[in-house]
């Protein structure tokens, strides 16, 4: 005699086998949804009234340690890759109202996938002699596309010393 049993509620009721979701498709689901949320018009470091199809051409951010703020364009813009460009910094009180007065800031390019930055160019900045907190770097160089890192760092100025970091993709 057969006995014949019901099934439990756990165990599935049809003889194929249960699918597990893909840990790849899973990985690249939660990288696209981490990258949407970077590009948004509102991520740190971008202006807030920019073209999300348009190349960015104006930074902004505050400081690691909060003392500051600065906004940042480049000529030409967008900066290339392997093309020399001037960038113009205008440093601020951390509300971006009040602009901040600083006696020495140096200006450098990181690239943190490849942890090099501009190698062989030497960026020239200087303070204007016209505008409060207005600062004026020479030679910069994205040597190659990808994602650079634009470091700001005020060595002295009203508020002490710290860092702006911006990020920044340079198209191929």
Known sequence: MTRLTRPSPQAPRSAAPTRRPDLAAAIVCALLVTAAAGCSSDA??????????????RWQGLSDKGSYGVKVRTTPTPPPAATLFTLEAEIFAPDLS??????????DA????????MEGFTP??????????????QG??????????????IKQGAHGADRVVLPVYVDP
């Open 44 to 57: 740190p470091g971008v202006d807030a009234g920019h073209d999300a199809g348009a190349p960015e051409t």
């Open 98 to 107: 009040t602009p901040a007065t600083v006696t020495q800031v140096a200006v």
């Open 110 to 117: 990181w690239m943190p996938q490849h942890k090099h930055g």
């Open 124 to 137: 020239q900045t200087t303070l204007s002699k016209d505008t409060v907190g207005g600062v004026t770097t």
């Open 140 to 153: 910069m160089f994205f040597t190659m596309p990808g994602q650079w890192e634009l470091r700001i760092d």
